[in-house]
């Protein structure tokens, strides 16, 4: 059997449109621009990649972006004072804060000095809190992509079994709790899972997110099941350098019903979840109804 190819492109295509529509409509409506404000503090060069394709997106979708780009040595004291600012800005609605930081930088003070309606990332612990118990929250971009393509694929998830490999705060876990909201019957698999194959053939949907180059082979795959790939993983093969996931693909697309390939499939999804997290933040700050398809 050969999978459907989830295309994530095409959807995050989509994604940005929907978001665009509702930017030209809370401006001709309410004359609000929705504004996102990256912090990147250092100049690592994969962060600077994103952050430019974050700030590229934002202002294609018609919103304001705010860049704000530190020098690795900026004080923790600065850093927060800088997110105390933005999070007094009425103009700035979303404010992301590029990991990884500095080592001198406390991660968690500072994503936790985020106002938590600003934190389009979804790592304030408010969030968390508020995800974990089923409440209105902002939903982390990288697991509410992988949902969205979920849901636009099967309908509904209710009574599926999945299967989400790893349990870190920014991918894992959190996919686990939208996976759970959505009645899934979720298993969390990591590094001291025993018997992992076995864990993973009783899954109607897997999702990858390890970090490690092709670990899943086909033949832990059910026939037929969904496989989201959430892994980046750079390698060189024959001479070249090539981007993969964390299932080698060729053999779980024999056995899978559907597949996210990589490049294309859940790394689009996931700026793509940041534009519409910021929008959705505008709404939530100035009492307007939500996108629909948006959210969680
Ligand atoms: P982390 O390193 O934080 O977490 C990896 C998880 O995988 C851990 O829970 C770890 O278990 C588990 N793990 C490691 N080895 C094994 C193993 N042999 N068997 C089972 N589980 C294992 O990674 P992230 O969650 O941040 O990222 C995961 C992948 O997703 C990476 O490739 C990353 O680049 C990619 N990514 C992609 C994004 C996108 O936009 N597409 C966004 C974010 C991440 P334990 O906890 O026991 O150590």
């Known amino acids: 059997m050969a999978a459907n190819i989830i295309d994530g492109k095409a959807f995050a295509a989509t994604v940005r449109e929907k978001v665009a529509g509702h930017v030209t409509r809370l401006k001709e409506e309410h004359d609000i621009t929705p504004g996102l404000a990256v912090v990147l503090v250092g100049e690592d060069p994969a962060s600077q990649v994103y952050v430019r394709s ?20 900026t004080s923790e004291a600065d850093l927060l004072a800088l997110i105390d600012k933005l999070n ?16 001198h930088l406390d991660e968690d003070l500072v994503i936790n000095s985020i106002a938590p309606e600003k934190d389009v990332d979804g790592f304030h612990i408010s969030n968390v809190g508020l995800l ?25 998830l209710s009574g599926m079994d999945a299967v989400v490999i790893g349990r870190s705060n920014i991918v894992g876990k959190p996919m686990a709790q939208l996976l759970l ?9 990591h590094s001291r899972t025993k018997d992992l194959p076995e864990v993973v053939r009783r899954a109607d949907i897997v999702v990858a997110a390890v970090g490690r180059p092709e670990m899943v082979p086909g033949d832990w795959i059910k026939e037929g099941a969904t496989v989201i790939d959430v892994g980046i993983n750079r390698i060189e093969r024959d001479g070249k350098n090539k ?35 910021t929008v959705t933040a505008c709404c939530r700050a100035n009492n307007l109804a939500e996108p629909e398809g948006l959210t969680a």
């Open 54 to 73: 974050k700030g590229k997106q934002t202002v294609e979708v018609g919103m304001n972006s705010f860049e704000h780009k530190l020098d690795a040595e």
């Open 88 to 103: 007094n800005d009425p103009t700035v609605h979303g404010i992301l804060v590029q990991l990884p930081l500095p080592k």
């Open 132 to 156: 974990g118990t089923g409440q209105k929250s902002m939903v982390p971009c990288t697991p509410l992509g992988c949902l969205m393509m979920l849901r636009d694929y099967h309908g509904s």
């Open 181 to 189: 909201g959505d009645s899934c019957t979720v298993t969390i698999a």
């Open 243 to 277: 981007l993969v996931g964390d299932v080698d693909f060729a053999s779980c697309a024999e056995r899978a019903g559907a597949i996210t390939p990589v490049p294309g499939g859940v790394g689009p999804m996931t700026i793509a979840c940041l534009l519409a997290n």
